[in-house]
């Protein structure tokens, strides 16, 4: 499960919304805010990789968003 705080928290920060986001990683939008609500599948590895390129993320950021639920 990703951490939707975390990683809306990081979109806006870097002064992007989830539409600009989804197009830059070329996620289908609809598919993307299903992901962020956890309605449907979870982001890929490689979903979470162009995700983590675009915002520029660092690897504890990546691990806090996309695998927060599996670290003990």
């Not at 962020?36 to 520029?56: R, V, Y």
């Amino acid at each position: 499960m990703v951490n939707v705080n975390k990683l809306k928290g990081k979109i806006v920060e870097c002064g992007m919304n989830i539409e600009q986001i989804a197009k830059e990683t070329g996620i289908n939008k609809s598919t993307f805010y299903r992901k962020m609500n956890d309605k449907g599948d979870s982001f890929t590895i490689s979903e979470a990789d162009m995700i983590a390129k675009a915002l520029q993320l660092t690897g504890r950021e990546v691990n806090d968003i996309f695998f927060s639920q599996y670290v003990a």
